[in-house]
């Protein structure tokens, strides 16, 4: 699994990093972002499996760069210190995930396998 992570706070980044790293060291960080803007290049020329971001973030919000790039193939984790899902449902926005500060090793590892399974699924589907 690819990944690229998104978060104006450095520090944000390292945690979720060592966390994705101690449940999977299998797992690839293709990319680490604190400029969103800055993301987006990466996020079309790699298409990561899976692009984590904060919600809060200066120059565009989480929820606004998923739609921009809702027509990828990526699936997304909104790391938020609330409760986000209203607003997920409210877009209808499709492959999004919340994951609320502050998170567990565990919360990590279901989200992740989570994303594994999907990808199993549309892999399998795609060679039908």
């Given amino acids: 699994m690819r990944i690229i992570l998104i978060d104006d706070e ?71 210190g609330g409760d986000a899902s209203q607003l997920i449902n409210e877009f209808e926005i499709q492959g999004v995930m919340q994951l609320q500060k502050p998170y567990s090793i565990n919360d990590v590892r279901l989200i992740l396998k989570t994303v594994d399974i999907e990808l199993k699924k549309t892999s399998k589907n795609a060679n039908l």
């Fill in 10 to 80: 450095w520090n944000s980044l390292d945690l979720l990093e060592k966390v994705i790293q101690t449940v999977d060291p299998e797992i690839e960080i293709a990319g680490k972002f604190q400029n969103p803007l800055e993301a987006i290049p990466s996020i079309l020329a790699m298409q990561p499996d899976l692009v984590v971001l904060d919600l809060e973030m200066p120059h565009i919000n989480g929820i606004d760069m998923i739609r921009m790039l809702a027509y990828t193939k990526c699936y997304f984790l909104v790391v938020t």
